[in-house]
């Protein structure tokens, strides 16, 4: 039986409420170098990924900058490559779909980006915006019938009505991000794959976005990928959280088992860094960055990929690559737990 099987039986997960099934992703790049721009090596982005998504669920998925968390966020909609492995999305093989065979699936798995400044056309009101989706995909009519589908979706990101004739450059950024919301959802999702959705906004923001996910969430029952680089602002949001480093899963878990008990030592550090809202415990912590820096998702260290970084690496974790297995309420990949 695969890692991917067994982690969710662990959680009571029947592969009927699975809507994503991740198995053994690989996404590869090639490196060209020298005169005649040779292929001089191989970046691993993302190598040997599994997890599963559940019905009406959000996977926080979290890590660094280029552990690969976005990456696997884009080869799920395939807008990159896969080199191999499997993604089944509502029971279908969809690994290698082309444009026309991802166009219907397009329409359930949608993409919440980053940039709110980026992702919005700004020569389009936010009707035309949130209504475009609609317009490709032929659904709600025309005309006043899908006004009020776009009307209806404004309300829902809570935007007000009167706003549908403005332009992107007329809001702010955290109301930028709710018109990219109500963008991804015309279309009725069943997964949102959300890329840092909140990283660009201020961090007085952050929160009442994070709070429309959630309430989306239970609204629509619609599940998410919500992708971040630190565990504070998936923390509210996530049922089960993955953590990732270059390229690989390292301990993914239920929220209230990693927050209680993180076991993998990369998950410690990371949470070492979340500040304590108490101005007096926070002072007193003993606040522990990372050592050194990510190293190159072209050369990663042999064995553990974290041992360069980590306090307790031990000379196995040099030699032998740690296997994602079984640990608690979750799965963690450390040769401490083998
Ligand atoms: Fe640290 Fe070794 Fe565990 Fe890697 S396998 S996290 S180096 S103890």
Request: proline residues 7%; neutral net charge.
């Given at each position: 039986?695969?890692?991917?099987?067994?982690?969710?039986?662990?959680?009571?997960?029947?592969?009927?409420?699975?809507?994503?099934?991740?198995?053994?992703?690989?996404?590869?790049?090639?490196?060209y170098g020298g005169l005649l721009q040779r292929e001089v090596g191989t970046v691993k982005a993302v190598d040997s990924v599994s997890f599963q998504v559940h019905e009406g669920e959000t996977l926080?998925?979290?890590?660094?900058?280029?552990?690969?968390?976005?990456?696997?966020?884009?080869?799920?909609?395939?807008?990159?490559?896969?080199?191999?492995?499997?993604?089944?999305?509502?029971?279908?093989?969809?690994?290698?779909?082309?444009?026309?065979?991802?166009?219907?699936?397009?329409?359930?798995?949608?993409?919440?980006?980053?940039?709110?400044?980026?992702?919005?056309?700004?020569?389009?009101?936010?009707?035309?915006?949130?209504?475009?989706?609609?317009?490709?995909?032929?659904?709600?009519?025309?005309?006043?019938?899908?006004?009020?589908?776009?009307?209806?979706?404004?309300?829902?990101?809570?935007?007000?009505?009167?706003?549908?004739?403005?332009?992107?450059?007329?809001?702010?950024?955290?109301?930028?991000?709710?018109?990219?919301?109500?963008?991804?959802?015309?279309?009725?999702?069943?997964?949102?794959?959300?890329?840092?959705?909140?990283?660009?906004?201020?961090?007085?923001?952050?929160?009442?976005?994070?709070?429309?996910?959630?309430?989306?969430?239970?609204?629509?029952?619609?599940?998410?990928?919500?992708?971040?680089?630190?565990?504070?602002?998936?923390?509210?949001?996530?049922?089960?959280?993955?953590?990732?480093?270059?390229?690989?899963?390292?301990?993914?878990?239920?929220?209230?088992?990693?927050?209680?008990?993180?076991?993998?030592?990369?998950?410690?550090?990371?949470?070492?860094?979340?500040?304590?809202?108490?101005?007096?415990?926070?002072?007193?912590?003993?606040?522990?960055?990372?050592?050194?820096?990510?190293?190159?998702?072209?050369?990663?260290?042999?064995?553990?990929?974290?041992?360069?970084?980590?306090?307790?690496?031990?000379?196995?974790?040099?030699?032998?690559?740690?296997?994602?297995?079984?640990?608690?309420?979750?799965?963690?990949?450390?040769?401490l737990f083998t």
């Amino acid at each position: 039986m695969s890692d991917v099987l067994t982690h969710g039986e662990l959680h009571g997960a029947t592969e009927s409420n699975v809507i994503l099934d991740v198995q053994d992703l690989k996404v590869h790049f090639p490196v060209y170098g020298g005169l005649l721009q040779r292929e001089v090596g191989t970046v691993k982005a993302v190598d040997s990924v599994s997890f599963q998504v559940h019905e009406g669920e959000t996977l926080g998925l979290v890590g660094e900058s280029g552990c690969g968390k976005s990456t696997t966020g884009l080869a799920i909609l395939r807008m990159l490559p896969t080199t191999s492995g499997r993604i089944v999305f509502e029971g279908v093989d969809i690994t290698n779909y082309n444009r026309n065979q991802m166009r219907p699936i397009r329409r359930r798995i949608q993409m919440v980006y980053q940039d709110p400044f980026g992702s919005l056309d700004p020569r389009m009101t936010i009707g035309g915006i949130i209504g475009e989706p609609l317009e490709i995909h032929k659904l709600h009519g025309k005309g006043v019938e899908r006004r009020a589908r776009v009307m209806e979706l404004i309300e829902m990101v809570g935007l007000r009505h009167d706003m549908i004739d403005r332009y992107p450059h007329q809001f702010s950024g955290g109301q930028r991000q709710r018109i990219g919301i109500a963008r991804a959802l015309a279309v009725e999702p069943r997964l949102l794959i959300c890329d840092e959705p909140v990283s660009a906004l201020d961090v007085s923001i952050q929160a009442q976005v994070v709070n429309l996910f959630q309430e989306l969430q239970d609204r629509l029952g619609i599940s998410l990928i919500f992708v971040a680089h630190d565990l504070a602002v998936v923390r509210h949001v996530s049922q089960r959280i993955a953590v990732m480093y270059l390229g690989t899963i390292v301990e993914i878990s239920t929220r209230d088992e990693l927050y209680a008990n993180p076991k993998h030592p990369y998950t410690k550090a990371l949470m070492l860094a979340i500040p304590v809202p108490n101005p007096i415990v926070e002072a007193g912590r003993r606040h522990q960055t990372i050592q050194g820096e990510v190293p190159s998702a072209e050369r990663p260290p042999p064995g553990c990929r974290f041992h360069p970084r980590c306090p307790h690496a031990m000379p196995v974790c040099k030699e032998k690559t740690p296997k994602l297995l079984p640990e608690g309420d979750g799965m963690v990949a450390c040769h401490l737990f083998t």
